[in-house]
């Protein structure tokens, strides 16, 4: 009986990552879980399952693991939250393999990088930490692939009339592994393959999964004033 690429890659994960099951962090009051440890409750693939398109999530000894197939013409599917958000702080830890990439996007619109930037200098505007093709991070905090690293970003949401006209430009800090690397700048544009080509005000958090394997973990939110 054959078995699938995903099923096998997933076993592997999962032996790896069983001593990582009890690093689940322990938040103050005020910030909330995105992601239970234990199963997808809480999420939506972005686009319907196909073929081409395949479902390559799921929950391993308390993280969020991504499995792309390997095939050519197939790849997995970016992971959206069921809540939506505006102006919050986002705390996420994630591990990438060597020359993987993924990305964190900011209400499905910003998305900040998640890259192997190991030794990437001067870091550019696609390395990781940075919000994609927009900002470049300030310096690289990059950590070698195969190692944990955490994202710790504060967003202030746009103003929008009801014409849709902008009235103040969204503004995003970002801490890579606990060094400020995007100082409360504001963000001209959104970000390729955002869910909205519009500027919003409101909308969910999305994991990329179409280009690589990746690993998350205590993911958390905590809104805050506009």
Not at 33 to 44: A, E, K, Q, S, Y
Not at 76 to 105: A, C, Q, R, W
Not at 122 to 147: R, V
């Amino acid at each position: 009986m054959k078995v699938s690429r995903f099923f096998i890659v997933l076993g592997i994960a999962g032996l790896f990552l069983a001593p990582f099951a009890s690093a689940q962090m322990t938040s103050p009051p005020e910030w909330k879980p995105l992601f239970n440890g234990t199963n997808l409750d809480g999420w939506h693939l972005k686009v319907p399952a196909t073929d081409r398109d395949v479902p390559s999530w799921a929950a391993v000894n308390g993280v969020l693991v991504n499995v792309p197939p390997s095939e050519k013409g197939r790849h997995g599917v970016d992971l959206v939250s069921d809540i939506t958000l505006g102006s919050h702080e986002l705390f996420i830890e994630f591990m990438v393999p060597k020359d993987s990439n993924s990305g964190v996007y900011i209400i499905g619109q910003y998305e900040i990088q998640v890259f192997d930037s190991f030794g990437a200098n001067p870091p550019s505007k696609t390395d990781c930490g940075g919000i994609y093709n927009i900002i470049a991070p300030s310096e690289n905090a990059s950590l070698a692939p195969g190692l944990w690293q955490s994202f710790h970003a504060i967003f202030h949401k746009a103003k929008v009339d009801k014409s849709g006209k902008v009235l103040q430009k969204p503004r995003i800090t970002v801490y890579h592994n606990g060094k400020l690397v995007i100082d409360n700048q504001e963000i001209e544009g959104v970000t390729g393959a955002s869910l909205n080509k519009d500027v919003i005000e409101q909308g969910p958090l999305y994991l990329q999964g179409n280009h690589g394997m990746v690993f998350y973990r205590n993911i958390y939110y905590k809104v805050i004033p506009d």
